[in-house]
């Protein structure tokens, strides 16, 4: 099993910035890739960004590429998201994944962490 726990989220003003962190934990050697995920009240979830594990392939949607980074720290097995040029329609709960090696699913989640971005 794999334990993720995200960190970062916070209220910000349009414009701000921040950046996200998931710690991988367990049995960490099942991971095979790390992402995030987000869902905002009444919306369904949608992808936001992954990173290959070992791979380091990178991809995004659509409408945070330019605005977030996603990278990973492997000595830590850590997930980072950065988010600048934020927009109210970016306030979402975000979900740190981790795609389990064997599945290639997004098998392991996180608690999620609230992002708020006020106008």
């Known amino acids: 099993q794999v334990q993720l726990v995200e960190s970062g989220g916070g209220l910000v003003q349009a414009g701000g910035s921040l950046r996200l962190s998931c710690a991988a934990s367990g049995q960490t050697f099942r991971q095979y890739g790390m992402g995030w995920f987000r869902q905002a009240p009444g919306k369904d979830r949608e992808f936001v960004a992954s990173i290959g594990w070992p791979s380091g392939t990178i991809a995004y949607t659509d409408s945070v590429k330019g605005r977030f980074t996603i990278s990973r720290d492997n000595a830590k097995m850590t997930v980072y998201l950065q988010m600048n040029s934020l927009k109210p329609e970016d306030t979402a709960v975000y979900y740190c994944?981790?795609?389990?090696?064997?599945?290639?699913?997004?098998?392991?989640w996180g608690q999620g962490t609230q992002v708020t971005v006020s106008s």
């Open positions: 994944v981790a795609k389990d090696i064997s599945t290639r699913l997004y098998d392991y």
